[in-house]
């Protein structure tokens, strides 16, 4: 009974090969610093609402029949 025991644990207690070399490498790291944008967000955001606002005015309602 305890030789097959033996037998078990003996083969769990096998080593496993060294992987070391193919882990990945680490991507490199961010910028510090973000780069500043072209326009502000209030100011595009503004644009953009304006535009919108002139393309449903200029858009003709449709009557139901």
Request: net charge positive; aromatic share 4%; proline share 14%.
């Amino acid at each position: 009974m305890l030789l097959p025991l033996a037998a078990l644990l003996a083969a769990c207690a096998t080593t496993l090969p060294n992987s070391a070399g193919n882990c990945p490498t680490l991507p490199q790291a961010p910028a510090a610093i973000e780069p500043m944008p072209s326009e502000t967000y209030s100011a595009s955001t503004q644009r953009d609402m304006e535009n919108w606002r002139r393309r449903l005015i200029g858009t003709p309602a449709t009557l139901r029949p």
